[in-house]
């Protein structure tokens, strides 16, 4: 009697390809339109509605570029938009109906927007654009501290409304140039040389704008990213072992 011949499996033996370049996707115009994106988001106390204009103008773009991944992220994150729909609804008995209409309306866009970004645009587009915003940000400001008298790097808010904000901005700056610098499939040499001419930069605006709050969170944000770094250089049982 012949030997029994096993059922077939239904999976794959073998892992399945994935094509090549799909893990270092990047998307040129969507960095360009996340930079656009984040560059308002930061400028809006010092240029106001223009400003929110510019961060809410990459949404028309995105949905029609690619609109499958618009709707699949709207019906993936649909319970961000509750709480804007909560605050619309809260100008039928607003003392100022109009201003909270306004607002609300503004604030249900950004979160559009938001989704639009993380759904439509490649992660490490995102984060090259979002690096490029923080980047002119950092400049502007310096110019901004210079034009008022004392240096560049004087004890100025730069773009910003505080010395707080401009502390915890560039703080943000040196994280993601950390992120981009140490890492070479996230951008390419350009983008990787900027973030290591942008790592002193910022790490002298945050300790000028004498704000402790950045400096404590730049601080923990660093160690936290080197200790994920060496965790994720060890072997995957260690790794396990080390996360739990």
Known sequence: MPPAIPPRSPLPLRPV?????????RWALGALLAGISCFGVLIVQYVGTYAAAMFLAPLPVLVLLRPRAFAGGLRQDFLLLVYPALAIASSLWSVTPGWTLWASTELLGTMI????VAHCIPFR???????????????????????AGGGALAHGAGL???????GTAVAFLMMIAYVVATNRQ????????????????AAAMVIRSQSLGAV????????ALYIL????????KARRALLT
């Open 160 to 166: 910003f409304g505080s010395k707080n904000q401009l």
């Open 17 to 25: 390809p994935v094509a090549a370049g799909a893990a270092t996707e």
């Open 186 to 201: 996230a951008s390419g040499p350009l983008l990787r040389f900027g973030a290591l001419i942008s790592l002193p930069l």
């Open 229 to 236: 770094r060496w965790i994720g250089r060890r072997q995957p």
């Open 125 to 147: 587009s995102v984060l090259s654009g979002t690096l490029l915003a923080l980047i002119l940000v950092a400049l502007g400001s310096l110019a901004v501290n210079a034009d």
């Open 113 to 116: 927007t938001g989704i639009a």
């Open 216 to 223: 404590l969170c730049l601080l923990i944000a660093l160690a």
